[in-house]
């Protein structure tokens, strides 16, 4: 939530004179979005988003994600895309910070999901993961598992003063997984945070995927390992297995999970749990006093992390080992 | 700058059953307002403005804030226009606050205002308090003289941190403007916060007023004062006698200042830089550490009630005795 940089009509005016959009009728800051600056546009020509890069995003990887954008619009997927200038560019350069400005997509995300729209979720990830095969950029993942360990380094001494035991919880853990991590599971593009804020419907009808700028190259199936934790789990943090049969099944009716994957499932959701365990955890630890910015409860993940260690099979999960409902 | 109430998208769609504006397709939070929580609407009829009233305003005050711009809407003003409910109510209630849908305006505020800008904002205001003037309900102004003294107890003490001899300078000005503040002056529905950020302009014709959650009732030449404060400085905080002449004859053409009123205006004008002087200095000096928002710096107010202070005549804004351009 956040505006960081404050754009003049006038700088505006000029920046679109670049663009084939129409003229300025009308602009506002967008309350959301912790990594950039945000705009709605309003022009001659219509409604678009206008993105300024802010310093946590990696000029470098801008073209990556803008390209991915415009490579899975083209292939179908709806997700916001770039709009060229007239010097045929997706990036440029306003009030000092590297810019974009994409398409505005209809829709609202689900604050409490129905498994209708988990099932939405599963069918568009699977086009995604299928869309993104013969995208040629790539992007490592910084938050893997080799990128756990210092985020882990930073919050462990101060861990126990968020709950008593979390510093040696995260530890086992955090060995478990690097001595158990897959090596050898399908790979592509993935979303890697599509949790229901980035996910727009109308009704139950999914209309967009937004918020690309957490992608890069990794496991498939970590993807639908995030995806169970942010979309399968009940405000008290119950596991909704209805909602995790309903995910996985419409994934699998694009994308056919294999065997190796489906095996790897529990690890990989505990995976996913410590990945965003441990950025919440240090944002939590690193709150400035009185920011209006509530940081997201790190706890969250822990429960969900405890849920995964106990699971035995993917049949936990609503599927039986051959991927079909159970 | 912020959104202070989160608003489901379940929410919002129950809201918007009880108004006949079509189905929601979108809506985003507007990093605008720091009184209120705004979000911009988009539904099958079109675009609105929905803002949620925080504790800071009010709730008794809303009837007034909300009738007055229908009312001024209904007498040719430029403004935002409450949207009636089926039950005919422009007052609702959402997430546990008192909420209302308005219309959405054209338009951007110009950061860098021109004397033409300033003409056009001289006008609007002088059409405004023609068009109040059969408005009946009423609201006291609370930042008017008598509510400066309380602002100055609570900054004193720590007013000298902020620039050394301002507690002084603030005390001996408070005496001065309570001793001779004017009784008898016209009289009507002011603004009291035409910022150019209150202010829409596609071009340098301005497509609209809004922001009334200061307006109320006192001396209409007061208003005057206070956009001269707001319009016709620099950046750099030199008076600009242009700008001032430019909003002067416009605002004269529509609505005569009387010559008391003319008489009047460096006072009030000094009474202007005071009132905002006092509320940025409390704000300036209870930050929270930490905070996103900076607050505005209260010392651009000492300049500009210097340069009143050193007004002889009204020629000194660029006007005659006669009200005519000097």
Not at 2 to 15: G, H, P
Not at 195 to 201: G, Q, S, V
């Amino acid at each position: 939530m956040a505006v960081y940089t404050d754009v003049s009509a006038e700088q505006l005016a000029e920046f679109l004179a670049g663009y084939g959009i129409g003229e300025l009728l009308s602009y506002k800051g967008i309350a959301e979005g912790v990594e950039n600056s945000n705009y709605l546009l309003h022009t001659s020509r219509g409604y678009f988003f206008l993105t300024l890069y802010e310093k946590r995003v990696a000029a470098g990887d801008l073209p990556f994600f803008l390209g991915l954008m415009a490579h899975l619009a083209s292939h179908g997927i709806t997700c916001p895309q770039p709009v060229v200038n007239r010097n045929g560019a997706a990036l440029g350069q306003l009030a000092g910070r590297p810019a974009a400005i994409i398409d505005f997509l209809e829709g609202v995300w689900p604050r409490r999901p129905s498994a209708a729209h988990c099932a939405a979720v599963g069918e568009a990830l699977a086009k995604m993961h299928l869309a993104g095969a013969d995208f040629t950029m790539t992007r490592a993942n910084a938050l893997s598992v080799a990128g756990w360990r210092p985020l882990f380094d930073q919050a462990a001494a101060r861990a126990d003063s968020v709950q008593d035991g979390l510093r040696a919880l995260l530890a086992a853990e955090l060995d478990h997984l690097q001595a158990h991590w897959p090596a050898s599971l399908p790979r592509g593009v993935i979303h890697a945070d599509l949790f229901p804020d980035n996910a727009l419907f109308l009704g139950e009808k999914l209309s967009g995927l937004i918020d690309f700028y957490f992608a890069c190259n990794d496991m498939l199936a970590y993807d639908v390992a995030i995806c169970l934790n942010a979309w399968c789990f009940e405000s008290d943090h119950a596991f909704n297995v209805t909602k995790a049969r309903a995910f996985l099944n419409a994934y699998g009716r694009v994308r056919s999970l294999s065997e190796a994957e489906r095996d790897a499932l529990p690890l990989l959701a505990r995976g996913a749990a410590i990945r965003f365990l441990l950025t919440r955890l240090v944002d939590w630890l690193n709150v400035p006093p009185g920011a209006l910015v509530k940081p997201k409860d790190p706890l969250e993940y822990v429960r969900k992390l405890r849920f995964h260690q106990g699971v035995a099979s993917i049949r936990d999960y609503g599927i039986d080992a051959e991927g079909f409902a159970a």
